[in-house]
């Protein structure tokens, strides 16, 4: 009788081994129309977190999570010490995967970042998107830079910024009138404003937010985000009369500036913190 119970007892083992432990212990996140096709999903295990967006697998894999950006400090901040958001977006990802724990992801588009780092979406065994976790405890920032930002990672990081959460609770990215965006010179910030002139010269574009284009605050667009209005047969002039909202470093061009490569990078306030 008891030779009949070796092979039940060793699948059931097998089963329960680290290398497979996860595949009963999943629970998929919710079904989004605009969120990941988690069909083809590939699993890892957890060996050790790099970075707020960065983790390392057992199996010697290195995951970037894709449509994540991880604060950066001020050129002015140079202590010893970690700047403080990207700390703190690091530890909400270890809380979130911690080593040895387990992973679903799939790729995303672009498939690799140009350090040749896999970029994906991924899921915890509790059923979350890893992404949407994270901007909704506002622990690291979306990724504008492109076109394609799924609609449930907008309102998630809208909602953290709007209740100021995690570090949108933090002065240093406090968003900020376009009058005042001189202070964020040499930092990340989030500037509002209306428009009060727009031009393109040559190649560029540019949206003016104050009587002097010498010395106001200035979104320029890059030779990609001109692509984009022509394909959308708009002329730059468009934006005049605009209440928008812009996110980047901001460097000093004639007065405080953002250059933007996509016009996802520009929001018009009031649309997603409804």
């Known amino acids: 009788m008891a030779r009949h119970l070796i092979l039940p007892l060793a699948i059931a083992l097998l089963l329960a081994a680290p290398g497979s432990r996860a595949t009963g212990e999943f629970s998929w996140p919710r079904e989004q129309p605009d969120g990941p096709d988690w069909s083809d999903a590939e699993e890892g295990i957890v060996d050790a977190i790099l970075a707020g967006d960065l983790l390392l697998l057992e199996d010697g894999r290195e995951l970037r999570l894709a449509s994540l950006r991880v604060p950066h400090p001020p050129l002015a901040y140079h202590d010893a010490e970690p700047w403080r958001r990207a700390e703190a977006a690091r530890q909400a990802l270890a809380a979130r995967a911690p080593p040895g724990s387990s992973l679903r992801f799939v790729s995303a ?52 910024r709007a209740r100021g959460r995690g570090l949108w609770s933090d002065p240093a990215h406090a968003r900020l009138t376009a009058e005042a965006a001189e202070a964020a010179i040499g930092r990340f910030a989030v500037i509002e404003g209306r428009v009060l002139a727009a031009a393109q010269v040559r190649n560029l574009g540019y949206l003016n937010f104050g009587e002097d284009w010498r010395t106001d605050f200035t979104i320029r667009l890059t030779a990609g985000a001109l692509r984009e209005l022509k394909q959308q047969e708009r002329p730059v002039e468009d934006f005049v009369g605009r209440n928008l909202q812009v996110r980047g470093w901001v460097f000093y061009s004639g007065g405080p500036m953002i250059e933007i490569e996509s016009l996802a990078e520009i929001e018009e306030p009031g649309v997603l913190e409804e």
């Open 109 to 160: 588009a672009p498939a690799h970042d140009r350090h040749r780092r896999w970029l994906v979406q991924a899921a915890t065994p509790q059923g979350g998107w890893l992404q949407e976790s994270l901007l909704a405890a506002g622990a690291l920032l979306l990724d504008r830079s492109r076109e394609a930002i799924a609609a449930p990672l907008l309102a998630a990081e809208a909602a953290a």
